[in-house]
Protein backbone atom coordinates (compact mmCIF):
# COMPACT_ATOMS: atom_id res chain seq x y z
CA UNK A 1 0.00 0.00 0.00
CA UNK A 2 1.13 3.57 -1.17
CA UNK A 3 0.13 6.64 0.44
CA UNK A 4 0.64 9.94 -1.32
CA UNK A 5 1.49 12.68 1.98
CA UNK A 6 1.28 16.39 1.44
CA UNK A 7 2.58 17.87 4.88
CA UNK A 8 2.38 21.88 4.37
CA UNK A 9 4.04 22.41 1.01
CA UNK A 10 5.70 18.95 0.41
CA UNK A 11 4.97 16.45 -0.82
CA UNK A 12 6.26 12.76 -0.72
CA UNK A 13 5.16 9.25 -1.31
CA UNK A 14 5.46 6.34 1.46
CA UNK A 15 5.41 2.82 1.15
CA UNK A 16 3.50 1.13 3.77
CA UNK A 17 5.21 -2.12 3.01
CA UNK A 18 9.11 -1.34 2.90
CA UNK A 19 8.39 1.86 5.65
CA UNK A 20 10.30 4.42 3.26
CA UNK A 21 9.24 7.32 1.07
CA UNK A 22 10.90 9.65 -0.89
CA UNK A 23 9.74 13.57 -2.00
CA UNK A 24 7.87 13.91 -5.08
CA UNK A 25 9.44 15.29 -7.99
CA UNK A 26 7.83 19.02 -9.39
CA UNK A 27 6.26 16.92 -12.37
CA UNK A 28 4.79 14.19 -10.26
CA UNK A 29 3.14 16.73 -8.06
CA UNK A 30 2.11 18.55 -10.72
CA UNK A 31 0.19 15.19 -11.62
CA UNK A 32 -0.99 15.05 -7.94
CA UNK A 33 -2.58 18.47 -8.36
CA UNK A 34 -4.43 17.56 -11.84
CA UNK A 35 -5.73 14.65 -10.57
CA UNK A 36 -6.56 16.09 -7.32
CA UNK A 37 -7.89 19.26 -7.68
CA UNK A 38 -9.75 19.71 -4.16
CA UNK A 39 -6.41 18.93 -2.47
CA UNK A 40 -5.73 22.88 -3.28
CA UNK A 41 -9.19 24.14 -1.73
CA UNK A 42 -7.96 22.36 1.15
CA UNK A 43 -7.00 25.38 3.48
CA UNK A 44 -5.91 24.69 6.93
CA UNK A 45 -4.63 20.77 6.76
CA UNK A 46 -1.33 20.31 8.58
CA UNK A 47 -1.39 16.55 6.57
CA UNK A 48 -3.34 15.53 4.10
CA UNK A 49 -2.86 11.98 2.62
CA UNK A 50 -4.02 9.63 -0.14
CA UNK A 51 -4.30 5.86 -0.13
CA UNK A 52 -2.91 4.15 -3.43
CA UNK A 53 -4.21 0.62 -3.00
CA UNK A 54 -4.15 -1.88 -6.16
CA UNK A 55 -7.60 -3.06 -7.75
CA UNK A 56 -8.08 -6.06 -10.04
CA UNK A 57 -7.50 -5.53 -13.70
CA UNK A 58 -11.29 -6.52 -14.54
CA UNK A 59 -12.60 -3.53 -12.07
CA UNK A 60 -10.57 -1.35 -13.68
CA UNK A 61 -11.47 -1.84 -17.37
CA UNK A 62 -14.98 -0.98 -15.56
CA UNK A 63 -13.79 2.37 -14.28
CA UNK A 64 -12.13 3.47 -17.52
CA UNK A 65 -15.09 2.48 -19.50
CA UNK A 66 -17.98 4.19 -17.17
CA UNK A 67 -15.92 7.10 -16.20
CA UNK A 68 -14.24 7.84 -19.80
CA UNK A 69 -16.44 6.58 -22.43
CA UNK A 70 -13.15 3.82 -22.38
CA UNK A 71 -10.59 6.38 -22.83
CA UNK A 72 -7.95 5.59 -19.88
CA UNK A 73 -6.10 8.29 -19.26
CA UNK A 74 -2.31 7.27 -19.21
CA UNK A 75 -0.94 8.36 -15.18
CA UNK A 76 2.91 8.40 -14.25
CA UNK A 77 4.25 5.88 -12.39
CA UNK A 78 4.72 6.97 -8.57
CA UNK A 79 6.12 4.27 -6.65
CA UNK A 80 9.01 4.90 -4.62
CA UNK A 81 12.68 4.92 -6.94
CA UNK A 82 14.82 1.90 -5.74
Known sequence: ????CKFSESWSIYDGKKGS????EKSEVETIKALFPALLQETGQIL?????????PNKLMK???AGNNGKAKK???LAPKS
Not at 21 to 24: P, Y
Open 1 to 4: MYYI
Open 21 to 24: SRLL
Open 48 to 56: TAIEVATIQ
Open 63 to 65: LSA
Open 75 to 77: IPD
